[in-house]
């Protein structure tokens, strides 16, 4: 027994392996393969490949390119439970759609630009109009497909005939048709990009002669944005909180230092002027200056010399000199002057002088734009917490609140960091009061039932532990004990034919001391009590003549 016990830990090496029997072998390779067939089995059901979508809602056509490819590709597929997507290991879909792409797939069933390239030679005019207005609504309807929340589109054009009259002339209209995402939808600004996209990829196409609609029918393109219409501009409106934002960012910001982090509320209402006004003002100053520039000058002078003697009778009136011209009210009557004589004689011609001066007129343009945005009026609160104390032996903070002087600085600080303007109206409002504390919100316990990521870990936990005891089993119930029979079995096989030899041996030499038949007999009694079956193989084997 004792030397059963101390074989059966030998190891197990090739010569033992080459000492057993034929059947012996076979069993022993059935039921190692067999262990590795189900530790195998059992390990990759723990791995439990998963399978991610490659592609959706693919057509027939480009569905059977896509299987083929991936047959050839030796990329394992399944289909989903509706037969709506491919299905391919999720370690492998980026590659895979990579190396699909490459080859042009999944051409989809929108026609684009590429019908062109394939256009029959002798093709009519109406037939290559088609063509484009076919292959512009598939290369719309695939850039609006980039988006994240549109699952499929289609875009209708209605390109109207170009007349060479203009009160016949028709514009252009389009309408384009949207498969969301369950649980999805559009932003309004989404919506407008859609809507310009397509205005401006088509001659003559405006805005508001584009019309969206969802997979429910419901139209969500508006002709117009309502926030204009109503006189809301987002970009105003958005102008208006940065702006807001960004003021109550600034006293906070120059606030916190002094006050301490979390100690200071601030809250600003702006008033802000978006009218853009255009004014210009031509004015012109009543009464010129004395030194004002002389624009133009014109001068006229007229004069003639004397008069001669008069050509009258001769005589002493005639040759006295003429009078000097007066007002006719105030010429006095010469005594003695007959008016014949004053008939014959000849006044002489007035000197006449014309002047004309043109000043330069004092003349202003002013040509004012008013600044978009300008800010009409500011109006800020700020509220400032008190001070806190050093805790003190019982840990107690007291409070208490900002003195005179350091509110007076707060006061300046906050007008510097507003801009602070009196003669705009600007208002400002700082307070000093004790904030009440935040109470925390304390999260609700999770039951370890319910804690999903411990869940998860669990199950991946428990797929280890159960391969492993599998592993375990094997080795102690199957593939240990048969090992360690093997090794007893080939070593008594190799006991009894190194006692056979021996006995030849003896028989052989005739000074050898012969053994006694029934010492012999006793040791064979033995030996087939403690391992009945070694005994068979190795009668078995002296019957069958290998020995």
Do not use: C
Request: no cysteine.
């Amino acid at each position: 027994m004792a030397s059963t016990a101390q074989t059966a830990t030998l190891p197990f090496s090739l010569e033992t392996l080459n000492q057993l029997t034929p059947n012996q072998k076979v069993g022993g390779l059935a039921a190692i393969a067999f262990a590795i067939a189900l530790l195998t089995g059992i390990w990759m059901w723990s791995k439990n490949i998963e399978y991610s979508v490659l592609f959706s809602n693919v057509s027939d056509r480009d569905g059977g390119q896509i299987v083929a490819t991936l047959q050839q590709m030796n990329v394992p597929y399944k289909f989903s439970e509706g037969g709506g997507a491919i299905l391919v290991p999720a370690t492998r879909v980026h590659d895979t759609r990579l190396r699909l792409a490459s080859q042009g797939l999944p051409k989809g069933g929108l026609v684009g630009f590429e019908v062109m390239e394939t256009q029959k030679l002798g093709a009519s005019q109406f037939l290559e109009q088609v063509n484009y207005q076919r292959a512009l609504e598939g290369e719309l309807a695939r850039s609006i497909q980039t988006l994240q929340a549109v699952q499929a589109a289609r875009v209708h054009l209605a390109i109207p005939k170009q007349s060479a009259f203009l009160r016949d002339e028709q514009k252009p209209t389009a309408s384009v048709v949207l498969s969301l995402y369950p649980g999805r939808a559009l932003e309004s600004a989404q919506v407008a990009g859609i809507v310009h996209l397509v205005a401006s990829s088509v001659s003559q196409l405006t805005p508001n002669n584009v019309s969206v609609i969802d997979q429910n029918g419901t139209l969500v393109s508006k002709n117009g944005d309502p926030a204009r219409d109503n006189g809301l501009d987002p970009a105003q409106l958005k102008y208006l909180s940065d702006l807001e934002q960004t003021t109550t960012r600034r006293i906070e910001a120059i606030l916190e230092p002094i006050v301490g982090a979390g100690n200071v509320r601030a809250q600003v209402a702006a008033d802000i002027d978006f009218s853009q006004v255009e004014q210009m003002a031509e004015t012109y100053v009543p009464n010129p200056a004395t030194n004002a520039a002389i624009r133009s000058q014109q001068t006229s002078e007229t004069s003639n010399a004397a008069a001669g003697a008069a050509l009258g009778v001769p005589g002493a009136l005639s040759n006295q000199p003429p009078v000097p011209a007066i007002a006719p009210i105030t010429s006095p009557s010469v005594a003695g002057q007959s008016n014949a004589a004053g008939a014959g004689a000849e006044s002489p011609q007035v000197q006449s002088r014309n002047a004309t001066i043109n000043y330069e007129l004092d003349k202003t343009i002013r040509h004012t734009r008013s600044s978009f945005g300008a800010i009409k009026r500011l109006s800020v609160a700020v509220v400032v917490n008190h001070k806190k104390s050093a805790p003190d032996s019982e840990g107690k903070v007291k409070t208490t609140p900002l003195s005179a002087a350091e509110m007076q600085q707060v006061n300046e600080l906050v007008r510097e960091a507003m801009g602070y303007n009196q003669e705009r109206g600007d208002t400002l409002n700082v307070a000093n009061v004790s904030f009440n504390p935040v109470e925390k919100e304390t999260l609700a316990e999770i039951p370890l039932w319910q804690n999903v990521g411990l869940l998860a870990m669990a199950r991946e936990s428990v797929k280890y532990v159960l391969v492993a005891i599998v592993a375990l089993l094997l080795w102690n119930k199957m593939l240990n004990p048969l090992f360690r029979a093997w090794t007893r079995a080939a070593e008594e096989r190799r006991k009894m034919l190194e006692l056979a030899n021996q006995e030849r041996a003896l028989e052989q030499s005739a000074s050898a001391p012969r053994r006694k038949y029934d010492a012999k007999l006793a040791d064979a009694r033995d030996l087939a009590k403690q391992d009945p079956k070694v005994v068979a193989d190795v009668i078995k084997g002296w019957v069958s003549g290998n020995e």
